[in-house]
């Protein structure tokens, strides 16, 4: 079971937003990080915990390997507010049940 | 460039049958697993399963196994998701993904009403 933390995040523009996400098990550093804007396809960000995909910026970064993972998004920006997802693929797939990142 | 290119929305009543499509291009078809994705009105994501159309090996989530079917015509680069009998809590958004995660098609939304 993959559970996040906190259901709603509320940050101002600029400010940075620390989303937590933690594994019932371990599932080593298998784990991904996702967007989803409303009517939209998720969008992948990080891969194997700290890794970001193709075209993703740098103010995206993952930490965490085991049970405990953060995605940290730094000086966010207006298309930053969104639900976003973590994914263990470690053992099947498992999604949490998503943060949604909100203007304060 | 990848793309995945599913089938349009469709509205279905309970009991009738459906095959939605998930049409590949760009890369080899054949070598990346294909999953399936379900996303329930105002909910979350739920992965239903996965298929790899080289040798059409197919895998399911407990909680989806018996309810559906997933194939793939290698030869047409395509994927499905099939359902034999709908029921009104099948109305969701349906998406599918390569095996890397990094591609997705858009979705196809599945109303099943009466």
């Known amino acids: 079971v993959m559970t996040q933390s906190p259901a709603t995040l509320s940050v101002s523009p600029g400010e940075r937003a620390t989303l937590s996400c933690r594994a019932s098990?371990?599932?080593?550093?298998?784990l991904a990080w996702y967007q989803q804007k409303p009517g939209q396809a998720p969008r992948l960000l990080i891969y194997?915990?700290?890794t970001r995909a193709t075209g993703i910026p740098a103010r995206f970064s993952g930490s965490g390997s085991g049970t405990e993972f953060t995605l940290t998004i730094r000086s966010l920006q207006s298309e930053d507010f969104a639900v976003y997802y973590c994914?263990?693929?470690?053992?099947?797939?498992?999604f949490g049940q998503g943060t949604k990142l909100e203007i304060k | 460039e990848v793309q995945l290119v599913q089938s349009g929305a469709v509205l279905k009543k309970p009991g009738e049958s459906l095959k939605i499509s998930c049409k590949g291009s760009?890369?080899?078809?054949?070598?990346?697993?294909i999953g399936w994705v379900r996303q329930m009105p105002g909910k979350g994501l739920e992965w239903m399963g996965i298929?790899?159309?080289?040798?059409?090996?197919?895998r399911y989530s407990p909680s989806f196994q018996g309810h559906v079917t997933i194939s793939a015509d290698k030869s047409i680069s395509t994927a499905y998701l099939q359902w034999r009998s709908l029921k009104a809590s099948d109305t969701a958004i349906y998406f599918c993904?390569?095996?890397?995660?990094?591609?997705w098609g858009q979705g196809t939304l599945v109303a099943v009403s009466s």
């Open positions: 994914q263990q693929y470690n053992n099947w797939y498992t």
């Open positions: 194997g915990a700290s």
């Open positions: 993904t390569r095996g890397d995660l990094d591609n």
């Open positions: 098990q371990s599932v080593s550093s298998n």
């Open positions: 298929i790899y159309p080289g040798d059409s090996d197919t």
């Open positions: 760009g890369y080899s078809f054949s070598t990346y697993w």
